[in-house]
């Protein structure tokens, strides 16, 4: 079946650019996570949703970052006004719920000029 | 609060070589662990888990057992091939599942 999905795959934006980026979890997953990953690290978690619901939004870097996903399917993590720090990959995963195996897309690599 | 610490890489090895990454983990409780391996250009996969204490998670050839006496999972591989070059992560989540991901070792197999 079909696997997480993200896009863009690749994106470059200029200092102070809004973006946006998406994710397709699998099919009847409930839970939903955003991780950052920055070059030669592992991921660190930026938010989390049951559901529609986001229970944990601890890891956001900052006020610029902004995360919904509002019919409990399809998540939008939005970066405002990009800084040249945002420069990293943005990891999605979706699993049946706590404990269960995450399941990661290929993930959106943003560069910031 | 949770972590996990794993070894430092890269790890340099020649095809048929036998590979240890070692990693220790710090939770309350007994979490779930997981190995995910990250392939050069590719999102992480799923490479093994072990849900309790002396579980043995085993794929593609890698093991890891669960050893709660001394926090560790380690990870390993009797005889390594070039397709075994990745990066590896060790991972453990905490009761709302949020991952909490070790550093990452780089293996690099040489023919």
């Known amino acids: 079946g079909a696997g997480v999905s993200q896009s863009p795959r690749y994106k470059v934006a200029k200092r102070g650019q809004d973006v946006a980026l998406r994710c397709d979890p699998i099919s009847g997953h409930v839970s939903l996570f955003w991780y950052q990953q920055a070059l030669g690290q592992g991921p660190e978690f930026l938010t989390y949703f049951q559901n529609e619901a986001q229970l944990d939004k601890s890891g956001l870097p900052s006020d610029r970052f902004f995360a919904e996903r509002p019919e409990g399917s399809v998540s939008t993590l939005k970066i405002q006004r990009t800084q040249q720090e945002d420069s990293a990959v943005y990891l999605c995963?979706?699993?049946?719920?706590?404990?269960?195996?995450?399941?990661f897309g290929p993930g959106t690599r943003l560069l910031v000029l | 609060g949770d972590s996990v610490t794993q070894m430092e890489g890269p790890v340099t090895l020649s095809e048929e070589a036998f590979l240890t990454i070692n990693c220790t983990y710090t939770a309350t409780g007994y979490p779930s662990l997981f190995w995910y391996v990250q392939y050069p250009g590719e999102g992480l996969q799923l490479l093994l888990k072990a849900t309790k204490a002396d579980d043995k998670g085993s794929n593609k050839g890698f093991e890891a057992t669960y050893r709660k006496e001394t926090t560790s999972f380690h990870l390993e591989k009797g005889s390594v091939q070039v397709s075994d070059s990745a990066v590896y992560f060790c991972a453990l989540p905490d009761s709302w599942g949020k991952f909490q991901f070790g550093a990452g070792t780089q293996v690099v197999v040489t023919p």
């Open positions: 995963a979706s699993s049946l719920g706590a404990q269960e195996t995450q399941y």
